[in-house]
């Protein structure tokens, strides 16, 4: 199987434009989340979910929105972009037993620049 | 939140040598994790590791819990071993969210 993939791989945007990062996952995790990775901050979660039709914030949801239509797919979209979110964005997949994941896996990134 | 803190923050080996990174977190966790994060930025899992003992290939981690730290050995390191290592705990309590400390660069020379 594949994993966790995400495209694209890099992304140059204006700001203001809007655009969606996609993620899939061939493993049939529950569990789903985005992370966004920037020098001295380390990764941070932005959003997450627990299952198809359920989402949730992490620590800086703000010029994010997610959906969870399927189990596989987990997009991430940036309303208006910003140059604060030029960033690398890393999708995440795993079981989840009770409240307590299993391995967390992660996609091959996405690094995103804003002018 | 769970403060994750990881030693040495540079390390720098020859070749062949063994090396051993630490992680020490504040709180009781269910879930611990290694990853390597390779010099195009991917993030390779090595290790979910919540306590115990586990090995693969030249690789080794243990965690004991109840002392809250975790170790990572790398044995006769290869030039394909440089990059990146993070230890990870999970919070279950904040959206099972993956607190990341700061990391240990590793550069191994030929």
């Known amino acids: 199987n594949a994993g966790v993939t995400q495209t694209p791989k890099f992304q140059v945007l204006k700001t203001g434009q809007s655009m969606t990062l996609q993620c899939a996952q061939d493993m049939n995790h529950e569990y789903m989340s985005w992370y966004r990775q920037d020098p001295g901050m380390g990764l941070r979660l932005i959003h997450y979910s627990v299952g198809a039709g359920i989402t949730d914030q992490g620590e800086v949801p703000n010029g994010y929105n997610v959906s969870r239509s399927t189990t596989e797919d987990f997009p991430l979209r940036l309303l208006s972009a910003a140059p604060s979110q030029t960033s690398v964005y890393f999708c995440a997949s795993s079981r989840r037993q009770g409240e307590i994941t299993d391995t967390q896996y992660f996609g091959p990134g996405t690094r995103l620049t804003v002018l | 939140g769970i403060q994750v803190e990881q030693s040495p923050p540079d390390l720098i080996l020859q070749e062949g040598a063994n090396s051993t990174l630490r992680c020490n977190f504040s709180?009781?966790?269910?879930?611990l994790q290694w990853f390597h994060q390779n010099p195009w930025g991917q993030l390779i899992n090595l290790f979910y590791?919540?306590?115990g003992t586990k090995q693969n290939g030249r690789l080794s981690a243990t965690t004991v819990a109840t002392e809250r730290y975790s170790l990572l050995y790398i044995s006769s390191s290869q030039t394909t071993d440089s990059g990146v290592y993070f230890c990870a705990v999970e919070e279950w309590a904040a959206g099972n969210k993956l607190t990341f400390g700061g990391g240990t660069r590793v550069l191994v020379k030929p």
């Open positions: 590791i919540p306590s």
């Open positions: 709180d009781s966790v269910n879930n």
